[in-house]
């Protein structure tokens, strides 16, 4: 009987069913393949890991290694499995040349290396250990996705030629955020060209298992092992690094799932609201006569059961072929998860789990079953929804609207349970549209560098201690032609120094410190301000954390062998430097400068990018970046796809607008076929009652357009903060372009509710007084 | 008397192929402007039929109603509606009220034009009716807080807010009971006397006893018609005789 009642109602209510079903579909397709990558993306990082024999703890060094203090260390410590120390020949990206282009604008540490013997391999496409040959060169994957290489190519290092002989997937260095890259070659090879680089130290330890990776790094720096170089890496990071980008697309496709819904739900909500109304009279009579409330539930539950059923199973099904594509990069960086079957299972879980959220949902919906007073359905077969606000609206009070808008806002007061459901998707459509483009504005906008420890200058020259012996001689050089450019418009130094810093212990750590003029190219600060005086430090949110410090609290560090107390007067977010640097204006006659770096901007706006290059070949001991190409390349890629969310977003929710709004209002009006029969009788034309309800769209529409729009402008500033900032940047406002957030956003929105209104309203014309008025 | 209804040949088939029904076939009516007319019959003999179809509330099949000068089949959507609202009457046999406005709101509903129109002149002739139909003091309760009588005085109130020329009133008294539908039916003979002319179907013989005519339908036709004098509120009873005797004649 279920099966007959089942098919029957299906078949009245074809197009709310198909939709209804469409978005079950969508929401258990998006969970179902956001669970299975998510155990594949794991999987995947796992067994690469495994392969890779990847490291638990590296500290990148330059300078020399004291192997017998390291080797002692090692000894000593018991959490030490295993350790050794690689060489990485840092080379100028200029002097890499594949094919017939440099990497000269890479923003990457490029450096050789050959394979390791013990663990940290370097795995090829297929995941196994490469033993390259001489004259092979394999390229990190990274700049065969970005185009710069490929199988077979020529790489020309000082003269020495390599063919490309394959691509490398590294476990440390994998991701683009990593800012080092390792090309493999043969020992041979590398001893042609180890001349020609900076050779680096990587330091690589296996630690035991439970072993906690903080304490380590407190014990490697307490023993004052080598750690002239960015801050040391642990697996935990790595891990991190290597599932981050495609982390991110599971977060989305869960977060668009989470939104279909919502949207199924409000969908279902109005189905049933519209269904028990309309069944009112009957499910009163069923009570009368002593059908349990349980009984009554079954028959709707049984319907959605089917529906989600269905729509569960093919959500599933349709998820399958669509895994290819995005696992594609997870299997391109990390290769395979191993057994499918593990990544299957947590699919079909996750369509099972939103078959089950449904059923739920419905069940809760149904308990309005129990509301329902038997008498009260017999007596007035609909429900009585009383409101004061509708109560002081009266028509003989009127004297500001016509009858027609009148009646529209009026139903709106007297039945506003049913239009929540109208108003919220209203207001998710506007939240949607919003949100994603005040992101995208934020990022395109210029002055989002600042927000992640940048500063807006034409370029940036970096003199490292990595890179040149004489750090200070070189910068000074570079200084001079600074000072006598004419073009140069503004420029200024900042000192990155190790120090030594008494910790609230009172034992002495070592202290990274950017000394210089933080006015002149502002950053934006995540709380408090820019260094002023001298006695004034702002720390980067990761040492903030790190130190437990906080704006007003004091760091002592040790200042050319005296004790200088500063106080915290800033915390900023920062992309530079491993994330964890601090700012300071004082000076330091004495110390260890690991880099003096140099902002500038020109007088000549045109030609930016030819001062650029004329610099690069000028200092070719520097590393010369321009900000707009640093810029492009650390955002770019997220840049493009935000705005194509971004895109995606508006028309989505333009398309939801528009198909939600349809069926609402072509449901409002076959519930409302009395009420519009009566006024018809009376005399109300077609387009009297067409105006009546376009005034009920666009009384829910100025609601749900303007909560939208705040709560956009406020939460959605929230939420979107989650999101830039696991980009680097904590804190941001939204740069908002108010042309799209307050008018055409709004615009868009609202000729999609005037246009599907018209189209849900269009059975008006052929409703026959007479087949209704009887109804009553 | 000039009419203010003329029906010509009216014929009205519901459904399609092997499943039409013949409800009119070809039916002529006159109704005189300030006549009373009742329309009497058995079940399915097309009495609402008729009065949907000379109103204008329903499409006829072939045929032609005229609204004093104006054939109705002639005039579009919205002329059609301006008619209804402005010239017609309409009382059915449920009282049928808009649910979320109070009785008030609910009479002066046809006439409240524009919101520039003086409400508060239009609530003052609503309150004049309500006080006229017995329904005084009820203006702000809601539709679910009255009586079916009250509801159904509320409602041929607002059938005359626009001072029709005709009013048509379907069962009016059908769901009453019968002190209810004493009450009314001598509020619609008060309303006739003032001049508008009142078209009325019923199966009530002490209801068709008061109209100037009773007209007998059957199998879609009018088979007979009665003509009465003038109600003036006495000789109920004979009246009544009068009336079943005309049922008898034509065997319904």
Same mark, same amino acid.
């Given at each position: ?105 890479? *923003? ?7 394979? /390791? ?235 099972? !789990?939103?078959?089950? *959220? ?22 007035? #077969? ?17 004297? !500001? ?5 009148? !009646? ?34 934020? *990022?395109?906008? =210029? /002055? ?6 940048? #500063?807006?200058? =034409? ?22 032609? !600074? ?35 933080? /006015? ?9 301000? +820019? ?8 720390? /980067? ?40 640097? +601090? ?104 387009? =009297? ?74 059975? *008006? ?12 | ?82 008619? @209804? ?44 009716? $309500? ?9 702000? @309760? ?15 109130? @607002?059938?005359? $807010? ?22 009314? $039916? ?23 006893? $008061? ?22 509120? @006495? ?18």
């Amino acid at each position: 009987m279920y099966l007959k009642i089942i098919r029957n109602d299906i078949r009245k209510s074809r197009l709310i069913t198909t939709t209804i079903t469409a978005f079950i579909l969508v929401a258990a397709m998006l969970t179902a393949l956001a669970a299975s990558l998510t155990v594949n993306l794991f999987g995947a990082i796992d067994n690469m890991l495994l392969s890779a024999k990847s490291v638990h703890f590296m500290q990148m060094h330059t300078g020399d290694v004291d192997m017998e203090q390291l080797q002692s260390f090692a000894q000593t410590n018991d959490s030490v499995k295993e350790y050794q120390v690689l060489e990485f020949l840092n080379i100028e990206g200029a002097d890499i040349v594949i094919g017939d282009d440099s990497l000269a604008g890479s *923003i990457q540490d490029n450096g050789l290396c050959v394979q /390791s013997k013990k663990f940290d391999f370097l795995l090829n496409l297929n995941g196994e250990v490469i033993q390259p040959a001489d004259g092979e060169i394999y390229v990190p994957l990274y700049y065969m996705q970005e185009g710069n290489a490929a199988l077979g190519d020529t790489v020309t290092i000082h003269g020495v030629s390599f063919t490309v002989a394959g691509f490398l997937r590294d476990s440390v260095m994998n991701a683009a955020l990593v800012s080092s890259k390792r090309f493999l070659v043969s020992q041979g090879d590398f001893e042609r060209v180890r001349e020609h680089g900076q050779l680096e130290y990587l330091i690589e330890f296996r630690l035991a298992e439970d072993v906690s990776f903080p304490a380590f790094e407190a014990a490697y720096l307490a023993a004052e092992l080598p750690a002239n170089g960015p801050p040391a890496i642990t697996y935990t990071q790595v891990k991190m690094i290597n599932g981050i980008t495609d982390g991110i697309m599971i977060a989305v496709l869960m977060l668009v799932s989470l939104l279909v819904i919502i949207v199924a739900f409000l969908c279902i909500r109005f189905t049933l609201l519209a269904k028990i109304e309309e069944d009112y009279k009957e499910i009163g009579v069923l009570k009368a006569v002593g059908i349990r409330v349980s009984q009554m539930k079954k028959l709707y539950l049984a319907k959605y059961g089917a529906i989600s059923g269905v729509a569960c199973g093919l959500g599933f099904l349709t998820s399958l072929p669509l895994q290819r594509p995005f696992l594609q990069n997870i299997r391109l960086y990390m290769g395979e998860s191993g057994s499918a079957l593990p990544g299957l299972l947590w699919g079909l879980l996750g369509a099972i !789990l939103i078959c089950g *959220i449904i059923l739920l949902y419905v069940n809760g919906v149904l308990g309005r079953f129990r509301k329902i007073s038997a008498a009260q359905a017999v007596r007035y #077969g609909a429900p009585q929804e009383k409101s004061k606000s509708s109560k002081i609206f009266r028509l003989s009070n009127n004297r !500001l609207f016509s009858r027609n808008i009148f !009646l529209g806002i009026k139903d709106v007061l007297s039945r506003k349970k049913l239009y929540v459901t109208m108003l919220m998707v209203l207001i998710i459509s506007s939240f949607l549209m919003i949100v994603p483009q005040n992101i995208s504005s934020t *990022i395109a906008d =210029d /002055s989002f560098i600042t927000y992640m420890g940048m #500063g807006i200058c =034409d370029v940036n020259i970096g003199v490292m201690r990595s890179q040149v012996e004489d750090v200070a001689g070189k910068a000074a050089e570079v200084s001079d032609v !600074l000072a006598e450019d004419e073009n140069v418009e503004t420029y200024v130094f900042f000192t990155g120094m190790m120090l030594d810093r008494k910790a609230d212990d009172k034992t002495i750590e070592k202290f990274r410190v950017t000394l210089g003029d933080y /006015s002149v190219f502002p950053i934006t600060y995540f709380k408090g301000r +820019a260094p002023q005086t001298k006695s004034e430090i702002a720390l /980067s949110v990761l040492n903030a954390e790190d130190l437990e410090k906080n704006v007003g609290d004091e760091i002592i560090l040790i200042v050319d062998g005296a004790e200088k107390h500063l106080t915290v007067c800033g915390i900023y977010s920062d992309v530079t430097n491993g994330g964890r640097t +601090a700012q300071a204006t004082f000076s330091v006659n004495s110390g260890d400068v690991l880099s003096v770096s140099m902002a500038a901007t020109f007088r000549d706006r045109q030609n930016v990018g030819t001062a650029i290059s004329q610099y690069r070949k000028q200092f070719p001991f520097a590393k010369v970046t321009g900000i707009d190409e640093s810029t492009q390349q650390m955002l770019g890629s997220i840049r493009d796809a935000i705005q194509m969310a971004s895109i995606v977003a508006v028309l989505s929710s333009a398309l939801l607008t528009l198909l939600v709004t349809v069926l609402f209002i072509k449901m409002l009006v076959a519930r409302d076929r009395y009420p519009i029969a009566i006024l018809k009788a009376m005399g109300f034309s077609d387009a =009297d009652i067409r105006r009546q309800y376009l005034t009920r769209s666009i009384t829910v529409l100025a609601m749900g357009v303007i909560l939208g729009t705040i709560l956009a402008n406020t939460l959605g500033e929230l939420a979107g903060m989650a999101i830039v900032s696991s980009f680097g940047a904590a804190t941001f406002d939204f740069v908002v372009n108010p042309w799209l957030v307050y008018l055409v956003s709004p615009l868009l929105i609202a000729g999609c509710v005037v246009i599907a209104t018209m189209l849900g309203i269009s059975g *008006i014309q052929t409703l026959k007084i007479l087949d209704h008025i009887k109804e009553a | 008397m000039s009419n203010i209804i003329t029906g010509k040949n009216i014929v009205k088939i519901f459904g399609k192929g092997n499943e039409q029904a013949k409800a009119l076939n070809k039916v002529n009516v006159e109704i005189a402007k300030g006549e009373f007319v009742a329309v009497m019959g058995p079940s399915g003999s097309g009495k609402s039929t008729l009065l949907f179809a000379l109103s204008g509330m329903d499409e006829i099949t072939s045929g032609m109603v005229k609204f004093g000068d104006t054939e109705l089949s002639k005039l579009g959507e919205n002329a059609l509606a301006d008619v @209804r609202r402005t010239k017609m009457g309409f009382v059915f046999q449920q009282p049928t009220m808009l649910r979320n406005l109070n009785l008030l709101d609910n009479i002066i509903l046809p006439s409240a034009q524009k919101g520039k129109k003086d409400t508060a002149k239009l609530a003052q002739k609503a309150k004049e009716l $309500m006080n006229k139909a017995g329904i005084a003091g009820l203006e702000n @309760r809601d539709t679910t807080e009255v009586s079916g009588g009250q509801l159904q005085r509320a409602g041929i109130c @607002r059938a005359l $807010m626009n001072e029709p020329e005709i009013l048509f009133a379907d069962e009016p008294t059908g769901a009453l009971n019968s002190k209810s539908a004493e009450e009314i $039916m001598e509020l619609l003979v008060d309303i006739n006397k003032e001049g508008t002319a009142i078209l009325l179907v019923t199966h009530d013989t002490k209801v068709a006893a $008061m109209a100037d005519r009773v007209l007998f339908t059957k199998d879609g036709n009018i088979a007979s018609e009665l003509t009465l004098q003038k109600f003036n509120g @006495r000789d109920r009873k004979a009246r009544c005789e009068t009336v079943l005797a005309g049922m008898a004649a034509v065997g319904i």
